[in-house]
């Protein structure tokens, strides 16, 4: 039991995004037979199904960050020696920490912007879409601190061993 509680913790982003894609993928299965066999519909499922491929989106892209499932171009960075290749990965999580967070910012403004406009069909706010936004983002941000601080210790305990190796 303590291994499953501890196994869907590690694969929340995972687990949440699969669920909005299974609600997507069913509603829209349905809302289809729907239509094409008794020639009726849910007036409300394109929406739904929009709704939770938007989350979808932004979990998984989250998941995918955390796992370093995104598109790299590393080949440049290992022509450069290790310890530049450190430092290289210290400056590239910076960056992602200071664009992630940006964008994380901007994303506060999108769903107070939104928190008025409702939705189409159901007239729910907009902003249970747009907080899709922020919680992707957010998790892009605190994965961005995470791998910064763990390379940021790599590379000191490096820096540290080459030291001592030098006064011995």
Known sequence: MKSLVK????NA????????????VCLVIVNVILRYIFNIGLYWSEEVATICFVWSVFIGAAACYKR???????????????????????????LLIIINGYIAYLSIIFIRAS????TAVLGISSAYVSSSLLVGFGLM?????????????????SFKEVQDIKSI
């Open 7 to 10: 196994t869907s913790i590690k």
């Open 13 to 24: 982003e995972e687990i949440v995004s699969c669920f909005f894609v299974s609600i997507t």
């Open 68 to 94: 370093k499932m995104h598109i790299g171009i590393d080949f440049l960075i290992k022509l450069v020696p290790e310890k530049i290749q450190d430092l290289i990965n210290l400056v590239v999580h910076s």
């Open 115 to 118: 928190y008025i406009k409702p």
């Open 141 to 157: 941000t605190m994965y961005s601190i995470i791998f910064f601080m763990r390379d940021l210790k790599n590379f000191l305990n």
